[in-house]
Nanobody
Framework: QVQLVESGGGLVQTGGSLRLTCTAA??????????MAWFRQAPGKEREFVVV????????MYTDSVKGRFTVSRDNSKNTVYLEMNNLKPEDTAVYYC?????????????????WGQGTQVTVSS
């Protein structure tokens, strides 16, 4: 349904910033029909929810650990969603995945998303 490609990961020191980008190739439905989310998975841990944004960008939900540091945005004209990450900490180190779901509800559950990107590695050194 939707092909997602993430980019922007890398190695950064504690307190640094990164901007992740997820670009979508949609077929049947408009990109604005999709709620977009970021998840992350650290080595040896379960994939966890980071943030979700509604189709029009007007509603967001963040996990507590990133509130005030991460900002999600989207540009529907470019079929792209962004994750601005500031004041990064070593515990933010993970592979970050973009996910899409056609919905009208902000969902934080991994199983509800059926479109995933390949992931981009973020490493924060102490």
């Amino acid at each position: 349904q939707v092909q997602l490609v993430e980019s922007g990961g890398g190695l950064v020191q504690t307190g640094g910033s990164l901007r992740l980008t997820c670009t979508a190739a949609v077929r049947t439905f408009s990109f604005s029909n999709y709620y977009m989310a970021w998840f992350r998975q650290a080595p040896g841990k379960e994939r966890e929810f980071v943030v979700v944004v509604s189709g029009d960008g007007g509603r967001t939900m963040y996990t507590d650990s990133v509130k005030g540091r991460f900002t999600v945005s989207r540009d529907n004209s470019k079929n792209t969603v962004y994750l601005e990450m500031n004041n990064l900490k070593p515990e933010d180190t993970a592979v970050y995945y973009c996910a899409a779901r056609r919905s009208s509800i902000l969902s934080i559950t991994t199983d509800l998303y059926d479109n995933w990107g390949q992931g981009t590695q973020v490493t924060v050194s102490s």
